[in-house]
């Protein structure tokens, strides 16, 4: 069901790669409730993704660049405001990639280059982008930044790696930041922490799979999905949310709050009673 929520707002979606990705949940929705955008990537993303199948089903261009260079993010604010004509009323950032996950290279033993990377690439282009749109006037003011990150920026979750430095960077940005753009242009700028979504990036992470299990039964409402949290997006580039900025949003269904659930407590115990069946067996063979 379409709300309107978005109509006749401009935006830029960075990050679409495939239909599992967020951002291309959001692109759909964005362009459900009336906006219209242009949609950016890497011209490696762009050339072995889908994201030429979303621009056509979504009416919108595709402007390739390398969301680490601030010459290719200047680019991409020209041509949006050019395409779109008028300035930006919103943007999404989607973009994370660590090659010391992909090396499987443990945290205790990183690659430095690959960590410098790490940031750059995940947390360092999301300042990158909005000081190119501060400085350009790119965004119209009451405008919307919002980036995804992960509960991982304030906890531990093994197999998470130097992608939770990264997204403790990427929060601490979106507040630094969101103070001088909401003080200079009442500009918003937030991020969504949200719950471990199988993507093509995500599914890199070692034990997804198990993650995903314990953290459905840990949050009272499960797991939200990529189709949700574009629906939150949404509701935070358009208008009902003017005063909401600075902010780390949980959209975990509930996991953030809990300590143990009554689900995980019970796979725990079944566990716990198997190794101890084990054991009892273990003492009788002696």
Request: aromatic share 10%; glycine share 8%.
């Amino acid at each position: 069901m379409s709300y309107n929520l978005l109509k006749g707002k401009r935006g830029i979606i960075f990050g679409a790669l495939d239909s599992k990705s967020i951002a291309w949940k959001v692109a759909e929705k964005a362009h459900e409730e009336g906006a219209v955008f242009t949609l950016s990537n890497t011209h490696t993303a762009i050339r072995f993704g889908e994201v030429k199948d979303l621009a056509k089903k979504c009416d919108t261009e595709i402007i390739a660049a390398d969301a680490t260079s601030v010459s290719d993010l200047e680019k991409v604010f020209e041509k949006s405001i050019d395409i779109l004509g008028g300035k930006i009323d919103f943007v999404l950032h989607s973009i994370g990639m660590s090659l010391n996950v992909r090396k499987k290279r443990h945290y205790s033993d990183l690659n430095y280059k690959y960590l410098e990377k790490t940031l750059d690439i995940s947390a360092i282009s999301f300042h990158k982008m909005l000081q190119v749109a501060y400085k350009m006037d790119a965004i119209n003011e009451w405008g919307s930044v919002v980036a995804l990150t992960y509960i991982a920026a304030q906890r531990v979750l093994y197999g998470y790696n130097d992608m939770a430095d990264a997204k403790a960077l990427l929060e601490s940005i979106a507040r630094s930041f969101g103070y001088i753009y909401g003080r200079d242009k009442n500009v918003r700028v937030n991020t969504i922490s949200q719950s471990p979504t199988i993507t093509t990036a995500g599914s890199g992470v070692k034990g997804i799979d198990g993650l995903l299990d314990f953290t459905e039964r840990m949050s009272p409402l499960g797991n939200a999905t990529a189709a949700e949290c574009a629906d939150y997006c949404v509701s935070l580039f358009s208008d009902f949310t003017r005063k909401v900025t600075m902010q780390n949003l949980y959209h975990d269904g509930g996991f953030s709050s809990m300590g143990m659930s009554l689900k995980a407590m019970a796979m725990y115990n079944k566990s716990l009673e198997m190794d101890l069946g084990l054991d009892s067996l273990m003492d009788d063979l002696d």
